[in-house]
């Protein structure tokens, strides 16, 4: 059997018998990668810690035959120990890991949503941000090729008094083309900031309605593109022996 070295970020593990887990991977050279922690449930483990989710990590693993490989050595880049002290962090930041999940397709690289998402987490690492997930669904999309409208209107192109926001069309609609869901000038501004390159300011945002409102937005938007409802945003903290 094969062996490779990668970078990644644990996204998901799973219980395997007694003492093994399953960790699914992001990683930046082999794309998304489910590998089997032989013993890492059993007391003083010594890699057991390094392959929970949101772990950053350099491993090396033996290629399975079928789509399981075996991890072998984990050395820990980072913990992100601020998120996982502080609830405010640790719930966008699952989310996000599950969104990745969800997008990320098993041994096809994608440098850029790696890099998105490692940036992500270390701007949550730095402090809690009230637009973070939000602008991640969009910038998500976005690198799926199904980012929405959002200079213009959806339907006749007009940029003027841009009032709604429709998941089917993908984007915003004019008070003459208005149909879905009313948005509010705030969350417009923050979806064409996120538009023109503005994401580090959009981070700075204080928690406010806008912010919740633009979150809402980003989040139904990804549900609505995978067909099904997010775990995590539905049922509270995700532990590592379910999501």
């Known amino acids: 059997m094969a062996h490779f070295l990668d970078e990644g970020i644990a996204l998901r593990a799973i219980r395997l018998g007694e003492t093994d887990r399953i960790v699914t991977f992001l990683t930046k050279e082999n794309g998304k990668v489910r590998a089997v922690a032989k013993g890492v449930r059993r007391p003083k483990n010594r890699i057991g810690s390094r392959v929970e989710p949101l772990s950053h990590v350099t491993m090396m693993c033996w290629r399975g035959r079928g789509d399981l490989d075996t991890v072998s050595q984990v050395e820990l880049l980072e913990s992100f120990r601020e998120i996982r002290a502080d609830l405010d962090r640790m719930g966008p930041a ?3 890991l599950e969104m990745v999940d969800q997008f990320a397709l098993e041994r096809h690289p994608s440098h850029e949503l790696f890099t998105m998402l490692l940036g992500a987490l270390r701007s949550l690492e730095g402090r809690h941000s009230a637009t973070i997930l939000g602008a991640f669904a969009f910038k998500l999309l976005a690198l799926e090729g199904v980012g ?3 200079l213009e209107c959806a339907s006749c192109g007009s940029s003027e008094r841009l009032v709604a926001f429709d998941l089917g069309i993908g984007g915003l609609l004019c008070v003459n083309c208005r149909r879905g ?9 923050y979806l064409q900031r996120l538009a023109n390159g503005g994401l580090a300011s959009l981070l700075e945002e204080p928690a406010s309605s806008a912010a919740s409102a633009f979150e809402h ?3 139904t938007s990804i549900e609505h593109h995978l067909g099904h409802r997010l775990r995590s945003t539905h049922t509270g903290p995700i532990g590592t022996g379910g999501y």
């Not at 869901?181 to 501004?189: C, D, G, L, W």
């Open 94 to 96: 699952l989310t996000i």
């Open 148 to 150: 929405p409208i959002t």
């Open 181 to 189: 869901q009313s948005v509010s000038p705030e969350v417009v501004e």
């Open 217 to 219: 937005l980003g989040l």
